[in-house]
T-cell receptor
């Protein structure tokens, strides 16, 4: 079956532009996560959804970052007024269960590489 | 938060067994230990998960001592394709705003 897909794979934005990154999780997966990965670093948690409910957004670095999952499947991460420090790979992951995301296996997409000029 | 410490990098040769140790002194009672593998330009991929003692699957083994303050990922007979970054994850202490911490991982390089 299809895995997690993300689009676009690459995005170049000028500083100050708004961007929207899309994640298509594995069908039927309850949990969805967004991560930010800087070059040479591990992924850093941004936010977590259980179905359409955003249960944890404590990792979002500023109010310029906004995520939604309105129908409990596809999710969009939006970054407003992009800054150079937003340049990173944005990873999406989904998990079939909602029983505690510290232990659930997460299935990752390939990521979107955002470059802000 | 339960922090993990791993070696920054390791080198080995094809056909060797590779052991990567992760320290997690503040692991909580209900926390599991999970390892992920990440190749360049890809998202991390689940390798193995355990709570205590030993877990083995078709890819790797995970050894966890009784005190659970560390764990060792063992990759038998590595090949060039095992060159990747390996992350050890431990659940944090379970606050309402818990975060999943990957850390910087261990960059494993396999040589012919």
């Amino acid at each position: 079956g299809a895995g997690v897909s993300q689009s676009p794979r690459y995005k170049v934005a000028k500083r100050g532009q708004d961007v929207a990154l899309r994640c298509d999780p594995i069908s039927g997966h309850v949990s969805l996560f967004w991560y930010q990965q800087a070059l040479g670093q591990g992924p850093e948690f941004l936010t977590y959804f259980q179905n359409e409910a955003q249960l944890d957004k404590s990792g979002l670095p500023s109010d310029r970052f906004f995520a939604e999952r309105p129908e409990g499947s596809v999710s969009t991460l939006k970054i407003q007024r992009t800054q150079q420090e937003d340049s990173a790979v944005y990873l999406c992951a989904s998990s079939p269960t909602s029983g505690g995301y510290r232990t659930d296996t997460q299935y990752f997409g390939p990521g979107t590489r955002l470059t802000v000029l | 938060l339960a922090k993990t410490t791993q070696p920054i990098s390791m080198d080995s040769y094809e056909g060797q067994e590779v052991n990567i140790t992760c320290s997690h002194n503040n692991i909580a009672t209900n926390d599991y230990i999970t390892w992920y593998q990440q190749f360049p330009s890809q998202g991390p991929r689940f390798i193995i998960q355990g709570y205590k003692t030993k877990v083995t699957n078709e890819v790797a083994s995970l050894f966890i001592p009784a005190d659970r303050k560390s764990s060792t990922l063992s990759l038998p007979r590595v090949s060039l394709s095992d060159t990747a970054v390996y992350y050890c994850l431990v659940g944090d202490t379970g606050s309402s705003a818990s975060k999943i911490i990957f850390g910087s991982g261990t960059r494993l390089s396999i040589r012919p």
